[in-house]
C-alpha cells in the first residue's frame, strides 16, 4: 500500500503544481485555461493525499468532520470531473474506446485512494 499511496501522492501534488504553473504562466489569449474550479480540485485531491497518509500511518489529523467533507468533495469533484463540458469534447477527439479505457483506467486508480479516505474519515 506504501508504493501506491507514494505513487497517487506524487500525481495528485504533480497535477496540482502544474495547474498552478498554468495558471501562472498562461496568458489570456493562451489556449490552455485553468478554472477556479481546477484549483479547488487540486485543493480537495491534496487534502485528500494528507488524509490517506494520516489512515496509513495511523496518524489524526484535523477533526472528523474535516475527513468527512473532503470525501464527500472528493466524491463530487470526482464524478463532476468525469462528466465536464471538457472532457465530452475529449471523449469527441480521441474516441469513445479510448476515452473508457482512459477514465475507467483513471477511476481504478483512484478507487483504493477514495477507499482509504472514507475509512479515514468514518472509521478512525
Known amino acids: 500500500m506504501e508504493v501506491y499511496f507514494w505513487v497517487f501522492a506524487t500525481v495528485i501534488i ?8 498554468t495558471l501562472i504562466k498562461s496568458s489570456s489569449n493562451s489556449d490552455v485555461k485553468v478554472s477556479l474550479y481546477d484549483l479547488f480540485e487540486s485543493a480537495v485531491g491534496v487534502l485528500g493525499v494528507v488524509g490517506i497518509y494520516g489512515y496509513l500511518n495511523n496518524l489524526e489529523f484535523g477533526h472528523k468532520l474535516l475527513w468527512q467533507g473532503v470525501f464527500i468533495l ?7 470531473s468525469l462528466i465536464k463540458p471538457v472532457n465530452k469534447l475529449a471523449y469527441k477527439k480521441i474516441g469513445k474506446v479510448k476515452s473508457i479505457i482512459l477514465f475507467g483506467g483513471m477511476l481504478m486508480f483512484s478507487i483504493p485512494a477514495t477507499y482509504m479516505l472514507g475509512l479515514y ?4
Do not use: D, K, P
Open 74 to 80: 472528493l466524491i463530487v469533484t470526482s464524478i463532476y
Open 14 to 21: 504533480l497535477s496540482s503544481i502544474g495547474r498552478v504553473y
Open 121 to 124: 474519515a468514518f472509521y478512525s
